[in-house]
């Protein structure tokens, strides 16, 4: 995988623009690849005339930025002017199409990146294992023969970046859904505080938790597209020390049923970290473990894809993919005031938790505690339970941060060519660009020969 920092400074030296678009297109029509599975749609005129159109303004020195000309993918989730937007579903498939595109897609066509086409996810982004059975599913670099899953719900999103499709992706994190397919497939995962990113022009799953992030070989990737995706200034990350960081591991949930490959590569990153200078507590968090409780009738996820897929249900439940459908189903399990409750019990978990981590720089944790399984042993309707008790360890920890409405990031920690591993990083509410500063750093302890 290559950086956006390679790629602008090849494009810097005379590098083209067409030629990156060409070689992702390449990738994509590889028949032996996994391009069929990964793009729903593929813009690849539209790409090639704005790749053209980039190499000529650089050629004047006008480009818009430095990355101007570069291929990123956009989850089947945004409207992009002209295209249905299908959310991963059958069900939407004759649905209008955009009149324009999302902010989020417009504002990286303002900075100058190329969207090349629609990536695969998840239906209606409900899942953290990213299986699609209208679609199919795009299978994990790692160890492909054993047909991996690539975790969700933006799976395609993650595939596009580790097979070379794209050079970053735009996809959307409600419960880890930027973070789970990063630490599964061995890249950076980002989820922004929620109100950083416009949602406006993305089909929402829950309006309390969804965020939009990216999903890109580095942090320095995620940063530089995220300050895009935001309206910020492109400004490289400021350097953190780690002498001076101070992170939280909370003994709480978060490390049970933890595969000893997962437990392994974490160690030992953390063991590399406190070698650097950082000061990693270990703390209880006993209040991780109300969450369950808050959440038994499905939590705000269920209740608000219920009140946004009620009025389809009733008309092509049957188009759904059942173990999506199931979910979704849940939110009729809560009425008003139990909606209520929920709203009220997170506002006040919210409260105490930022009075406990106050004192620390992040809250450190595995991203997801395990590598990731086969297809096969998860595919088949007739092993629901499986299914299940998997989606619920991917999720379990990435869904604190949406929880909690805070920033969040996934960084591989393991060795390279072995199964890939995500060290997750927690921050504060609004502290996004601190926290991708941290993450930097960090990185470069606990992924030398990844980044």
């Known amino acids: 995988m290559r950086s956006l920092a390679q790629l602008t400074a090849d494009l810097g030296r005379g590098g083209k623009s067409r030629g990156l678009v060409e070689q992702c297109l390449s990738r994509i029509a590889d028949q032996s690849g996994e391009g069929q599975r990964v793009f729903l749609k593929v813009h690849a005129e539209p790409a090639l005339a704005a790749a053209d159109y980039y190499d000529r303004l650089r050629a004047r020195g006008s480009a818009p930025s430095p990355f101007a000309g570069i291929p990123v993918s956009i989850k ?192 030992t990153a953390l063991s590399a970290l406190r070698k650097a200078g950082a000061r990693i507590d270990d703390i209880a968090l006993r209040e991780l473990a109300e969450l369950p409780q808050i959440n038994a009738k499905g939590g705000l996820a269920a209740a608000e894809a219920y009140a946004i897929h009620r009025q389809l249900v009733a008309k092509a439940g049957k188009m759904y993919d059942p173990r999506v459908l199931s979910r979704i189903l849940r939110g009729q399990e809560q009425d008003a005031a139990d909606y209520i409750d929920l709203v009220n019990a997170r506002a006040n978990f919210i409260r105490r938790m930022e009075a406990i981590t106050a004192p620390y720089d992040a809250l450190v944790m595995p991203t997801v505690p395990v590598t990731a399984p086969r297809l096969a042993d998860l595919a088949d309707l007739a092993e629901d339970a499986a299914y299940r008790s998997t989606n619920f360890l991917v999720l379990r920890n990435p869904s604190i941060a949406n929880f909690l409405d805070r920033c969040s990031i996934s960084i591989p920690c393991h060795h390279a060519g072995d199964a890939p591993v995500g060290l997750m990083l927690i921050g504060d509410h609004g502290d996004d660009r601190r926290l991708l500063a941290i993450a930097a750093a960090i990185e470069a302890v606990v992924s030398p020969g990844l980044a």
């Open 76 to 267: 089947d989730l945004f409207d992009i002017t002209g295209d249905v937007t299908t959310a991963g579903s059958v069900v939407l498939k004759d649905a209008r199409a955009a009149k324009q595109d999302a902010p989020a897609v417009a504002r990286l066509r303002a900075a100058g990146f190329i969207p090349i086409g629609r990536t695969n996810m998840t239906e209606f982004a409900f899942s953290g294992l990213g299986i699609n059975p209208h679609y199919d599913t795009p299978l994990n670099a790692y160890d492909r023969r054993a047909g991996r899953i690539p975790g969700g719900s933006s799976s395609g999103a993650a595939i596009s970046v580790t097979d070379g499709m794209a050079f970053g992706a735009l996809g959307t994190d409600t419960g880890g859904s930027c973070r789970i397919p990063a630490a599964l497939c061995g890249i950076v995962g980002f989820k922004p505080t929620a109100v950083r990113v416009p949602t406006a022009g993305a089909f929402p799953l829950s309006t309390s938790l969804d965020s939009i992030g990216p999903l890109a070989a580095t942090v320095a990737c995620c940063a530089a597209l995220d300050a895009a995706l935001a309206g910020a200034p492109m400004s490289d990350l400021p350097s953190f020390p780690l002498a001076s960081l101070r992170m939280a591991l909370p003994q709480t949930m978060v490390l049970e049923n933890v595969e000893p490959t997962v437990a392994r590569a974490f160690e």
